[in-house]
């Protein structure tokens, strides 16, 4: 009887609530963490906003399907995916990831997943960027299906109720979204994203604009319609607490980011963020945690890619 419950609880229960767990792959591949790492911080060393690529690349394939990798599937001659629909189109860094699993393929065939290569990627740029250090759960799957249809990413002009509900709907609290919009500390946003917001276009101020940057957008786009400008326009590389800071002192980029600043159901956050930078580090570690777990696969579902572009092939 003893022996029967031991098997049930060392073997039968973990299949059966499959998860992910720190250190999956500390039998199956060992070095798996640290090639990640190596090859992250190389690109790191020469290209710092490989880390901004890499929060909006993780944050995508998260919220389409969940984190599945089935943002990294190539389009086909049948199949138009996710990477190449709208909202993903300026979603970069997919060469990077291309980099990792090339060394990881050498070292452990078929054995870690693009989707956890894509969230551990992820963490380490954080950390190289001045952003916390922290352990995340692996033993993600990647997914079979990707598919143009699937994406309803938001735009920067979502008010903030609906993007509230958006996020709720993923099991994300409105605190943890203004945590994880703090992701806007580093990257830039193109000219089209923010342009409604300009004088030059609306033929008035904004008034939750500071004039001195509408002055600089305004000549910026005008020069360079593809032009992008810093989402933290202070600290643009560093992952901390600035860009609460600039938001409030009107100096957010697109309509998302400066309404955080001003709705009543996201200002009291915003303003603790800007005074505590240690508060919104240990947040942003967590929540980028919570985020990594949005409808992963785990245990016997969906595959391993070998290429993080293609599924493997079936017969
Ligand atoms: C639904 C809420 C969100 C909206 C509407 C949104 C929208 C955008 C837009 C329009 C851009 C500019 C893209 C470009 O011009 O190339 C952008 C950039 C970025 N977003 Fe978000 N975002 C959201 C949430 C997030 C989250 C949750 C993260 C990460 C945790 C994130 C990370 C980033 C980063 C790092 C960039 C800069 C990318 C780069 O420099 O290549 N965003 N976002
Ligand atoms: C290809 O696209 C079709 C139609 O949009 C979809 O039903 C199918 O699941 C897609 N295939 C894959 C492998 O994602
Ligand atoms: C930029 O950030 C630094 C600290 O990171 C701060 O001391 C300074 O006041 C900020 N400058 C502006 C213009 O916001
Ligand atoms: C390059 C680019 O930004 N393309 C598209 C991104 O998504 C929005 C809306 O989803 C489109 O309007 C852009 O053209």
Excluded: W
């Excluded at 929540?287 to 890619?305: D, F, Q, S, Y």
Aim: aromatic share 8%.
């Amino acid at each position: 009887m003893k022996q029967i419950s031991i098997i049930i609880f060392f073997f039968i229960l973990p299949l059966a609530f499959a998860d992910l767990e720190l250190g999956f792959y500390a039998s199956s591949c060992r070095k798996a963490e640290s090639i990640v790492k190596q090859v992250v911080q190389k690109r790191f060393n020469r290209d710092k906003s490989i880390t901004a690529a890499l929060l909006r690349m993780h944050f995508h394939d998260c919220f389409v399907r969940g984190c599945d990798a089935s943002l990294l599937i190539d389009s086909t001659k049948n199949n138009i995916s996710e990477k190449d629909t709208g909202a993903n189109d300026s979603v970069r860094g997919y060469d990077l990831i291309d980099d990792v699993k090339e060394a990881i393929e050498a070292a452990c065939p078929s054995t870690v997943s693009c989707a956890d290569i894509v969230a551990l990627a992820t963490r380490d740029a954080v950390a190289l960027s001045g952003g916390p250090k922290y352990n995340i759960p692996t033993g993600r799957r990647d997914g079979l299906i990707a598919n143009r249809d699937d994406v309803d990413l938001p735009g920067p002009n979502i008010p903030i109720g609906a993007l509230s509900q958006f996020f709720a709907a993923k099991g994300i609290t409105t605190e943890e979204m203004v945590t994880l919009l703090g992701a806007h500390t580093v990257g830039v946003a193109h000219c089209g994203f923010f342009a409604s917001r300009l004088s030059s276009v609306r033929g008035k101020p904004d008034p939750t604009m500071d004039p001195a940057l509408d002055t600089k957008l305004v000549k910026l786009c005008k020069s360079n319609s593809d032009g992008a400008a810093f989402l933290d326009q202070n600290t643009s590389f560093t992952v901390d607490n600035e860009f609460y800071k600039q938001i409030l002192l009107k100096r957010g980029i697109m309509q998302i980011d400066q309404q955080l600043a001003l709705d009543k159901s996201t200002s009291t956050f915003v303003s603790n963020f800007a005074s505590n930078g240690d508060k919104f580090v240990k947040s942003f570690a967590t929540a980028m945690i919570k985020m990594g777990k949005v409808g992963v696969l785990v245990g016997n579902e969906g595959e391993i890619r070998k290429n993080c572009r293609v599924f493997n092939k079936r017969n």
